[in-house]
């Protein structure tokens, strides 16, 4: 996973510095409750969710590796094609282009799902998304109002979804890519980084309610 400022523009940097000042006031403090939580989600999370009709399953993308799909967008994929085989009739592909990339991550996702099998009409795509937060926005102009997402990921991905799709309004449910929790030091720095992403969105959020900027609200919710 990679730390791209590129996309957050200018109230996405003060916000960025508002969540590092919070993190040094606190002593650290509530970067730690964060990374705890993030860990707790990643640990608890199922992987074996019950499908209801209405569930839309939803698969944030990964940034390619040379121009394919890597270990961990190739887990989440997986984890679509056995929910595919449970009886899911509705897989919402996301992700865009990034930089130096041919084709979107959506796109490299459905090529994989369709060499799996799964028939092009179970599939949509969002090619437009840059990142986690428009992800998750651009599949809310997807679905049907109030229909509920099964939103599948890898673990350490798993809480910051959760959080932005309860301030997007969006009804979900987690399924963890990986049939089980893991505690390698690999995953360590991811689930460090994304407790970071994490915190750098709730500060924004709250201190965006806090003074009434109504500008970042939008972009956030």
């Known amino acids: 996973m990679h730390l791209r400022l590129n996309w957050v523009g200018a109230d996405g ?3 960025l510095f ?5 993190a040094l006031c606190s002593g650290g403090l509530s970067l730690l409750f964060v990374f705890l939580y993030v860990t707790r989600v990643a640990r608890t999370a199922s992987a074996e969710v019950p499908l ?4 839309c ?6 940034r390619l590796e040379n121009g394919s799909v890597g270990k961990d967008f190739r887990q989440r994929l ?4 056995v929910l595919y085989q449970a009886g899911a009739r509705q897989i919402i592909l996301l992700g865009g282009k990034m930089a130096g990339s041919m084709r979107s991550e959506a ?4 090529d994989y799902l369709l060499m799996r099998g799964l028939p092009n009409t179970v599939l949509r795509l969002e090619e437009g998304s840059r990142h986690t937060l428009e992800n998750l926005r651009y599949a809310r102009e997807l679905i049907e109002q109030d229909q509920a997402l099964l939103i599948v990921s890898n673990r350490y991905h798993l809480a910051r979804l959760a959080i932005m799709a309860d301030g997007l ?3 979900s449910i987690l399924c963890a890519a990986e049939a089980s929790a893991y505690w390698r030091a690999s995953r360590a720095g991811r689930l460090g980084l994304e407790a970071f992403y994490v ?7 709250y201190w965006a309610r806090l003074v009434g900027d109504r500008k970042s609200l939008e972009r956030i919710s």
């Open 13 to 15: 940097l003060k916000m």
């Open 18 to 22: 508002a969540s590092v000042l919070v």
């Open 52 to 55: 209801d009709n209405d569930l």
């Open 57 to 62: 399953v939803l698969v944030p993308g990964v």
């Open 78 to 81: 997986e984890r679509a094609y």
């Open 107 to 110: 796109a490299a996702g459905a």
């Open 169 to 171: 309004g969006l009804r």
């Open 199 to 205: 915190h750098w969105y709730l500060t924004g959020r």
